[in-house]
């Protein structure tokens, strides 16, 4: 369930100053939102909890790092700010909020931004903080350490698409490509693929851009996908049933050797270890209520 207010849906509820913890319409709660079941792994601009006490990310302003932690629901902007003297800072750890183990991280050489032209990095359109790649050859990772995580699985990510990449834009990689999220040739569709059949997620990657999306994908044992593109079903195949393996990363991933072009920006990324589409509708409500995607 969630709330909306004129167009816009809440993320915090306060009685004076203080916060509300829970806010029920009958013997409805309708916050916070019901997140369903618990992600493996999960990775976000916003708190997995609105209790959640851990650190968000860590970030680099060209001299020394900063933890960046959450307040009062969000992520704590006025810190970004505050530790910028230049123009720009980078994100060079994300963390992950279930365990704190496994966090996507790189060198600050080759991380995307989270402060960019003065100002904290956003989706599109929209007031929430994203961290954007740029069309730059950054990428963050799992590095040596591997989710080791097969079929069945689910994934859900919130993500912007700033302008058009070339042939395989990525999203998101693993084990070399034998797992992933990207734009499927020169000119073709946004796909999910793990060893079988590219499914679509949408049949048209640069018609893509400009928006704001949320992207569910979800396998059984035997590698059967179905994709969902802001709520509605895009797409449906087998996938294929290959683990996860090696180093898995977000953003610019190497293909082959070589960096592909893909102006995105990720709010949220979150990855189940089963197939989670009985509760998608909860997940995705949460997700939706916070970051508005559509």
């Known amino acids: 369930m969630s709330i909306t207010l004129g167009i816009d849906n809440p993320s915090d509820f ?25 992600a493996s792994f999960f990775y976000s601009t916003r708190p997995y909890t609105p209790g959640y006490a851990g650190s968000a990310l860590r970030i680099n302003n060209g001299t020394s790092d ?5 307040l009062n629901g969000n992520l704590d902007q006025q810190a970004i700010i505050s530790h910028a003297i230049t123009s720009s800072q980078k994100v060079n750890r994300w963390v992950n909020q279930i365990t704190g183990s496994i966090s996507l991280s790189a060198v600050t050489s080759s991380s995307p931004y989270m402060y960019l032209s003065n100002k904290v990095t956003k989706l599109l359109s929209n007031n929430r903080p994203a961290i954007d790649w740029g069309g730059g050859n950054f990428t963050l990772s799992t590095g040596g350490s591997a989710y080791n995580i097969i079929p069945p699985r689910s994934f859900f990510f919130v993500v912007s698409i700033n302008s058009p990449g070339s042939i395989y834009s990525p999203i998101f990689s ?34 893509m851009v400009g928006g704001n999306y949320l992207i569910s994908v979800f396998q059984d044992a035997s590698g059967n996908t179905e994709t ?11 996938a294929g049933i290959n683990n996860m393996s090696g180093s898995t990363g977000l953003g610019e991933i190497s293909v082959g050797g070589n960096f592909y072009y893909a102006d995105i920006s990720i709010a949220e990324f979150a990855l189940y270890n089963k197939d989670v589409r009985a509760d998608r509708i909860t997940i995705e409500n949460a997700m939706n209520s916070y970051f508005g995607i559509y």
Do not use: M, Q
Request: proline share 8%; glycine share 16%; no cysteine.
């Open 66 to 70: 900063l933890v960046v932690n959450y």
């Open 14 to 38: 306060y009685l004076g100053s203080s916060p509300v913890s829970e806010l029920y319409l009958g013997s409805n709660l309708v916050w916070p939102i019901p997140a369903g079941p618990t």
């Open 174 to 207: 693993s084990g070399g490509h034998t797992v992933y999220i990207r734009k499927n040739g020169a000119s073709g569709p946004l796909v999910f693929n793990a060893g079988g059949t590219a499914v679509d997620i949408h049949p048209d990657y640069d018609a």
């Open 228 to 238: 969902y593109l802001n709520g509605a079903l895009a797409g449906t195949g087998n």
